[in-house]
């Protein structure tokens, strides 16, 4: 109900229920699963947000708003153990995508956040696969700045996920090293639609550019993806 900028989106069922509200400068999510789990997270939004439209084949197209490196605050409860999420040390990401896309798509992704060796707060979004076009959606924040960059280069073992991943860009302003430590994953074919993917998470390191200027990341949290659909 209403937009990414103001409105809100819920489910619920015998398990689990989800509220996630939108304003104008945050996000606020409700969530709690099974009597075990229960979080109240507040996301602070960027005000150099990441929203990119492009083509895909004739008459497809590809929309999305993304955040990466805000600010959390809030806490989370698991098995009766609360854990607080301290706003200046926290990173979150927030992604909001539709599109008509092809029949059969596959992509890489990155995207997570922390801070450079100095203190910045770093984020990044970076992705191969999607948009076919020229345009990408390739971009990093420093201290919420956003920065773009020239399309990605994802280098890792599709046998084994969970070694380390090398993510460059042509323009050499990202050179980033991922080291995983655990993944979520699944594989559902129903015939018409089909979604195969990994999501590994885990520590990111390395240096971001803007040509002029190095920032150097180290324990930069995240995740990475490799992901087929069929829809």
Not at 87 to 111: C, I, M, P, Q
Not at 134 to 163: A, C, H, P, R
Request: contains cysteine.
């Amino acid at each position: 109900e209403g937009s990414f900028q103001n409105g809100s989106a819920s489910f619920k069922n015998r398990n689990a229920s989800l509220n996630f509200t939108n304003k104008p400068d945050r996000i606020l999510a409700k969530i709690s699963v099974s009597g075990k789990l229960h979080a109240e997270l507040n996301f602070l939004k960027l005000t150099e947000p990441l929203c990119c439209t492009s083509r895909v084949g004739l008459d497809g197209f590809n929309y999305t708003h993304k955040e990466a490196g805000i600010p959390v605050s809030g806490h989370i409860i698991l098995g009766g153990n609360k854990c607080e999420i301290i706003e200046k040390e926290s990173s979150g990401v927030v992604d909001y995508t539709l599109g008509y896309l092809a029949r059969h798509t596959f992509w890489n992704w990155a995207s997570g956040g922390g801070f450079d060796v100095t203190g910045n707060r770093i984020g990044f979004n970076l992705v191969q696969g999607v948009n076919e076009t020229g345009f990408t959606e390739n971009v990093f924040w420093v201290n919420g700045k956003m920065i773009k960059t020239d399309v990605i280069d994802f280098q890792y073992s599709d046998l084994d996920l969970l070694k380390e991943w090398k993510i460059v860009s042509n323009d050499g302003k990202i050179n980033l090293a991922f080291y995983p430590e655990g993944e979520r994953s699944a594989n559902i074919n129903i015939g018409v639609i089909a979604s195969k993917f990994h999501q590994p998470f885990g520590r990111f390191e390395g240096i971001l550019s803007n040509g002029q200027e190095k920032w150097e990341l180290k324990n930069g949290v995240g995740f990475t993806e490799e992901h087929y659909a069929k829809w």
